[in-house]
């Protein structure tokens, strides 16, 4: 089955602990992308990557990383710098991404990761 | 800047009712236009899409959605619901951003219930 995963479902960590969400897709897609999505707020785009070894700054990327060694792999990290962490992460893709110009940004997400600090 | 307005954050209707949830954008370039919907507990997942041609477009579950070029608008329709159709539902506009970057432009969501 082609789609995207996201481990764990749940996840608990300590105030001023990194922790870090994995991300993977098979559905062999260029751009990929991390949301937080919070209760009235909709979602906010933390980081994209249009390909491999590139990603870009996002709306809301103070206190996250992420890292785009492998096509198929998008893992974001919540650092302790990140003031508000407890939210619902959801990562996606899509064929291609903007640079391409495309008007093709259908994108498919993942089930997300609820992250918990204590 | 850009932006996407979903002018009812929570509607409450019973089965058989017709839905009309409103979205607006600003933008005066191209767009493509999307309607995603997350059921409780599932992924968001793409409920209809706007490219080109007819601004009539119809998406799966019997929802459909028109784009009107001269109002900025691409509401969703449906004209009975369903219990199964409580969601939420976000409208996203691609559009262009910093030079021929184009992104995801998302609302803030409509949450819909259904009363059986």
């Known amino acids: 089955d082609g789609g995207i995963t996201q481990s764990p479902k749940y996840l608990f960590r300590k105030e001023g602990q990194n922790v870090t969400l994995s991300c993977e897709q098979n559905?062999?897609?260029?751009?990929m992308y991390w949301y937080r999505q919070d209760p009235g707020q909709g979602l906010r785009l933390i980081y994209y990557?249009?390909?491999?070894?590139?990603?870009q700054k996002g709306d809301i990327a103070e206190g996250y990383s992420v890292s785009r060694e492998k096509k198929e792999s998008f893992p974001l990290t919540v650092t302790s710098a990140q003031k508000n962490p407890t939210a619902f992460y959801l990562c996606?893709?899509?064929?291609?991404?903007?640079?391409?110009?495309?008007?093709?940004?259908?994108?498919?997400f993942g089930p997300g990761t609820r992250l918990t600090v204590l | 800047a850009q932006s996407v307005s979903q002018h009812n954050h929570h509607v409450i209707l019973s089965e058989a009712a017709s839905l009309e949830l409103g979205c607006n954008y600003s933008?005066?370039?191209?767009?493509?236009l999307f309607w995603y919907v997350q059921y409780p507990g599932q992924h968001l997942q793409l409920l209809l899409k706007?490219?080109?041609?007819d601004p009539l477009v119809k998406g799966i579950k019997g929802f459909e959605a028109e784009f009107i070029k001269s109002k900025f608008s691409f509401n969703l329709r449906k004209p009975s619901v369903q219990w199964s159709d409580t969601a939420e539902y976000f409208c996203?506009?691609?559009?262009?951003?910093?030079?021929?970057?184009?992104?995801?432009?998302w609302g803030l969501g409509t949450s819909l219930a259904v009363n059986p």
């Open positions: 996606a893709s899509s064929i291609e991404g903007a640079l391409a110009g495309g008007s093709y940004n259908e994108q498919f």
């Open positions: 559905l062999n897609h260029d751009a």
């Open positions: 990557s249009q390909i491999v070894n590139d990603f």
């Open positions: 933008y005066g370039g191209t767009v493509n």
């Open positions: 706007y490219f080109s041609g």
């Open positions: 996203a506009v691609n559009a262009r951003h910093a030079g021929n970057n184009r992104k995801l432009i």
